[in-house]
T-cell receptor, first 111, second 115 residues
Framework: DAGVTQSPTHLIKTRGQQVTLRCSPKSGHDTVSWYQQALGQGPQFIFQYYEEEERQRGNFPDRFSGHQFPNYSSELNVNALLLGDSALYLC??????????FGPGTRLTVT | AQSVTQPDIHITVSEGASLELRCNYSYGATPYLFWYVQSPGQGLQLLLKYFSGDTLVQGIKGFEAEFKRSQSSFNLRKPSVHWSDAAEYFCAVVLNSGGYQKVTFGTGTKLQVIP
């Protein structure tokens, strides 16, 4: 079992650009959640996807959007990047109400 | 709103010494409680979880945690720390509402282990 995988590992973008991050959940999991972890902080919940729909959202602007595909994989899109969007983006998957398993993250740097 | 407090930002212990990391939560009911560990540049690994039942839970790598309802605490312990335990530790509270999970993390405690 490959666990939760994320791509790319690292990414450097310029302010104003758009970025797409990808996540493949652990086998058997149907729910994907995304988190932003700024340097020295705990992860902050962005949103959660289940059955291809966003069913919960944290306190993030509409520049952050996502998608879940029929195979349960997911994408996180961020438009009009700001310097403050630089962070480690974590994807977590789960099945039902069970615990979430995290991927290794994508390190996004905005210059 | 639920919240999680980890009062110790940084802790240093000697290898072989015991460890206790503190976690307090604020929530009207008993939430689901978790401890995760994160090595530098890595994702989070689940150490242990509490849903209900026995208030002392065992996890991986020799860690345990005790849920104390009266103190709204879920402290993580290990009797003898190894150098490989140096990492950042996050306490998390999960609210299940209508089948939805919302996870709130504490700000983390960075553990340094000295020889």
């Amino acid at each position: 079992d490959a666990g939760v995988t994320q791509s790319p590992t690292h990414l450097i973008k310029t302010r104003g650009q758009q970025v797409t991050l990808r996540c493949s959940p652990k086998s058997g999991h149907d729910t994907v959640s995304w988190y932003q972890q700024a340097l020295g902080q705990g992860p902050q919940f962005i949103f959660q996807y289940y059955e291809e729909e966003e069913r919960q959202r944290g306190n993030f602007p509409d520049r952050f959007s996502g998608h879940q595909f029929p195979n349960y994989s997911s994408e996180l899109n961020v438009n009009a990047l700001l310097l403050g969007d630089s962070a480690l983006y974590l994807c977590a998957s789960s099945f039902g109400r069970a615990e979430q398993y995290f991927g290794p993250g994508t390190r996004l740097t905005v210059t | 709103a639920q919240s999680v407090t980890q009062p110790d930002i940084h802790i240093t212990v000697s290898e072989g010494a015991s460890l206790e990391l503190r976690c307090n939560y604020s929530y009207g009911a008993t939430p689901y409680l978790f401890w995760y560990v994160q090595s530098p540049g890595q994702g989070l690994q689940l150490l242990l979880k509490y849903f209900s039942g026995d208030t002392l839970v065992q996890g991986i790598k020799g860690f345990e945690a005790e849920f104390k309802r009266s103190q709204s605490s879920f402290n993580l312990r290990k009797p003898s720390v190894h150098w490989s335990d140096a990492a950042e530790y996050f306490c998390a509270v999960v609210l299940n509402s209508g089948g939805y999970q919302k996870v709130t993390f504490g700000t983390g405690t960075k553990l340094q282990v000295i020889p």
